[in-house]
């Protein structure tokens, strides 16, 4: 099982950035695709996750209306569009796969991403 983030960086505040995670290994299309984030001295928070088929999403009420979760199944890949970047968004972005079925849960290794002037 992999799941490889990319697309972080320095962004300056009211910008955009869109992550990306690929994932092999395991059905991607039967997974529940999540995105979380780790700011220094934090716990890890969850930012906004899909369901298997794309058709539930949920988000954490700080980035509702700035970003947008979503996948495509044939490429087997979850991204996270992010607009109207903060320096409160600045963090560690993780990837995570859970099973709705089974107890199966698998991370990325994070991508920063750094909201600064």
């Known amino acids: 099982v992999q799941l490889v983030e990319s697309g972080g960086g320095l962004v300056q505040p009211g910008g955009s950035l869109r992550l990306s995670c690929a994932a092999s290994?395991?059905?991607?299309?039967?997974?529940?695709m999540s995105w979380y984030r780790q700011a220094p001295g934090k716990e890890r928070e969850l930012v906004a996750a899909?369901?298997?088929?794309?058709?539930?999403?949920n988000y954490a009420d700080s980035v509702k209306g700035r970003f947008t979760i979503s996948r495509d199944n044939a490429k087997n890949t979850v991204y996270l569009q992010m607009s109207s970047l903060k320096p409160e968004d600045t963090a560690v972005y993780y990837c995570?796969?859970?099973?709705?079925?089974?107890?199966?849960?698998?991370w990325g290794q994070g991508t920063q991403v750094t909201v600064s002037s």
């Open positions: 899909i369901t298997g088929g794309g058709g539930g999403t």
């Open positions: 290994g395991f059905t991607f299309s039967s997974y529940v």
């Open positions: 995570k796969a859970a099973s709705p079925f089974t107890r199966a849960a698998y």
